[in-house]
Nanobody, 127 residues
Framework: DVQLQASGGGLVHPGGSLRLSCVAS????????WAWFRQAPGKDREGVSC????????VDAESVKGRSAISIDKDKNMVYLQMNSLKPGDAAVYYCAALLSQCPEVIHGSNWKVEVWGQGTQVTVSS
């Protein structure tokens, strides 16, 4: 089965850090660009960070730029999102995704397409 399993969410204080992980199984990791999205209650799902599988170029949303870093481990079929200096506005369910679109489109565009979604991991930022 094609599957993405995300983990690493939790409760963190403002200013804290989290590392989200996502393991891919059942399909060819190298065939996709990868991304993390998030969705807060009452808001649309938005792209947070993405990475191009070809050259490793990353793109971050303005809201997380300088505080977020996406990375991959091709040997382990893993996608990571390191988030630092977390703010209450970062609270959301975070989803990893294998992209049908190219990486920059999910951050700068609106008509992006996803091949597979992970199940989501909750990030809560509260004092």
């Amino acid at each position: 089965d094609v599957q993405l399993q995300a983990s690493g969410g939790g409760l963190v204080h403002p200013g804290g850090s989290l590392r989200l992980s996502c393991v891919a199984s059942g399909f060819t990791f190298d065939h996709y660009d990868w991304a993390w999205f998030r969705q807060a209650p009452g808001k649309d799902r938005e792209g947070v960070s993405c990475i191009s599988i070809g050259d490793g170029t990353t793109v971050d949303a303005e809201s997380v730029k300088g505080r977020s870093a996406i990375s991959i481990d091709k040997d382990k079929n893993m996608v990571y999102l390191q988030m630092n200096s977390l703010k209450p506005g970062d609270a959301a369910v975070y989803y990893c995704a294998a992209l049908l679109s190219q990486c920059p489109e999910v951050i700068h565009g609106s008509n992006w397409k996803v091949e597979v979604w992970g199940q989501g991991t909750q990030v809560t930022v509260s004092s």
